[in-house]
């Protein structure tokens, strides 16, 4: 189902509101420091049905399932309401992964969902940003332990193509939100004009409510 309650204006993550009268449209963490990018958005939570149909693809390899979650996230694209022509890169496996995998489920999704925005605006490019090593699960780490063990992760192959364009970052999940700070901050310092996030799912932190709760954590990748 689609994420239907109040989300943080940047990233995406669920607002608690204890205060009916307060209208803050940012979470705590973005009130202290914006993320890299301009915009996260997800189309639904991180649990149930829709857990089950993104493993179904990564990790059963049932591969019409793209098809399903690339329609969820073009509505999430939807959501961000982009003009002008944009580069949509899906966030990249390491070597040893991909091939250990086969595919890479957030290329899949994304190109499914061009299917349903249409090519007109969105380009997908697949060969500008590259992750160079491997990094183990986030699970259990601490905010500056995630930040670390990503920190160097990715680099930029195609400099040109990125200078001055504004950019779609796609994937299948987004869990703490590091990779896509990463991915977002290592485009940047490349001249990439914007950077917007689109993903299927996000985990939301528990604390907010049970009808956000995940019922599990994503790993990374």
């Not at 493993?55 to 982009?82: C, F, N, R, T, W």
């Not at 939100?177 to 901050?185: S, V």
């Amino acid at each position: 189902m689609p994420i239907a309650v109040p989300t943080c204006e940047a990233c995406g993550e669920g607002l608690a509101q204890t205060n009916p009268w307060q209208k803050t449209t940012l979470c705590g963490t973005c009130q202290d420091e914006l993320p890299p990018y301009q915009k996260a958005v997800a189309y639904g939570a991180y649990n149930g049905e829709l857990r089950d149909l993104i493993h179904l693809l990564k990790y059963d390899q049932v591969h019409p399932a793209a098809s399903v979650l690339g329609h969820m996230l073009a509505s999430a694209i939807a959501k961000l309401e982009l003009s002008g022509d944009v580069l949509v890169v899906p966030v990249p496996l390491h070597a040893s992964k991909r091939r250990q995998r086969g595919f890479n489920q957030a290329e899949l999704i994304a190109h499914s969902a061009l299917k349903v925005v249409g090519h007109q605006r969105f380009q997908l490019v697949t060969n500008v940003l590259e992750r160079v090593r491997p990094t183990a699960a986030q699970i259990g780490l601490t905010r500056n332990q995630r930040q670390e063990n990503i920190r160097g992760a990715f680099k930029v192959a195609h400099l040109s193509k990125v200078s001055g364009r504004e950019l779609l970052l796609v994937d299948d999940v987004m869990t703490t939100g590091t990779t896509a700070a990463e991915c977002a901050r290592v485009l940047r310092r490349a001249r990439a004009e914007k950077v917007w996030v689109a993903t299927v799912a996000r985990t939301l932190k528990t604390s907010v409510g049970t009808d956000f709760a995940a019922t599990d954590i994503a790993v990374d990748q």
